[in-house]
């Protein structure tokens, strides 16, 4: 395989991901690269199209648009519910993700946008969504992915290991960790009509 980004192949990055503010809530270091499969969907797909097709040793910056990244910000997945609605063991501070269910059991992951004495303000979108990312990758490797990894549309570790972690910026504020812990005491969660 020529060392070109293309599908097929797993890419070696090294990036760092920034907001339109310049704050940076990503990276992944020349030391510690990145890993992904190229034409699976590991990578936003804003960020995928433009790598294809560069050579190992390249570097690009590239600016991702909502709508490739998180998607665009939808002012009606924001709700404000009685705090009574909530559990009353659950945590609620500003910034803080919690795992809703609904009426038909949907999980749902929301951010604590408010809190008053009565109640609180729940945002039911993405952490990133409406927000432009700015990368600057550089390209360290290119190799052809094996065929267990095509299948499990994943590249596996350096012994052929499951040691994938999904690559979905969710690391963003520790976002994963706190859907681990609120999911273990998750509870009945009735939407207001
Ligand atoms: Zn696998």
Do not use: W
Not at 83 to 104: C, F, Y
Not at 170 to 192: I, P, T, V
């Amino acid at each position: 395989m020529p060392d070109v980004v293309q599908d097929g192949a797993v890419v070696s990055l090294a990036y760092t991901l920034k907001l339109a503010n310049g704050e940076i809530i990503d990276y992944s270091e020349v030391d510690d690269p990145l890993e992904y499969l190229h034409g699976a969907e590991n990578i936003i797909p804003g960020l995928e199209r433009e790598l294809t097709g560069l050579h190992v040793g390249d570097s690009k910056e590239v600016e991702v648009q909502p709508a490739d990244a998180y998607g665009d910000y939808d002012p009606d997945e924001v709700e404000v519910v009685e705090r009574s609605m909530l559990p009353k063991d659950m945590p609620l501070q500003l910034g803080t993700v919690l795992a809703i269910q609904d009426d038909e059991n949907n999980l749902s992951e929301a951010i604590v946008r408010a809190i008053s004495a009565k109640d609180v303000t729940l945002d039911f979108n993405h952490p990133l969504a409406g927000q432009k990312l700015f990368f600057s990758v550089q390209v360290l490797g290119v190799r052809e992915a094996s065929e267990e990894e095509l299948a499990h549309g994943h590249p596996h570790g350096p012994d052929g290991e499951e040691d994938f972690d999904e690559l979905d910026f969710e690391d963003f504020e520790d976002f994963d960790d706190d859907m681990d812990e609120d999911f273990e005491d998750e509870e009945d969660f009735e939407e207001e009509d």
